[in-house]
């Protein structure tokens, strides 16, 4: 699991990024769980200023760079982070800072 910080002023709406990148609606304030291609399983929920994620990759894996490009992009657009910035934090979180 994991938890991504959303960026201070970034106010997105979760449930129309969802829809419009994996084609499933829901209330992301409850919990959302779809299956998105390339990625597995993904369970969903916005706990105050975090978006927690849970994957359940899939069986067979496809290494497509289309498919980590969308997941990069959505994850830019719900948090306000770049993947570099995104790694900078989780670097900060596994240090214990």
């Given at each position: 699991m994991?938890?991504?910080?959303i960026?201070?002023?970034?106010?997105p709406?979760l449930?129309?990024l969802?829809?419009?990148?994996?084609?499933v609606?829901?209330n992301?304030?409850?919990?959302?769980?779809?299956?998105?291609?390339g990625?597995?399983?993904?369970?969903m929920?916005?706990?105050?200023n975090?978006l927690?994620?849970?994957?359940v990759?899939?069986?067979?894996?496809?290494g497509?760079?289309?498919?980590?490009?969308?997941w990069?992009?959505f994850?830019?657009e719900?948090?306000?982070?770049?993947?570099k910035?995104?790694?900078?934090l989780?670097?900060?979180?596994?240090?214990?800072?």
């Amino acid at each position: 699991m994991r938890k991504y910080s959303i960026k201070r002023g970034h106010k997105p709406d979760l449930n129309a990024l969802i829809k419009r990148y994996f084609g499933v609606e829901g209330n992301v304030e409850e919990g959302i769980e779809f299956e998105a291609e390339g990625i597995g399983k993904v369970y969903m929920k916005k706990e105050g200023n975090y978006l927690i994620v849970d994957i359940v990759p899939p069986e067979k894996v496809n290494g497509s760079y289309e498919v980590l490009k969308k997941w990069n992009d959505f994850l830019f657009e719900a948090t306000g982070r770049t993947a570099k910035e995104r790694k900078k934090l989780l670097e900060k979180e596994v240090r214990g800072e």
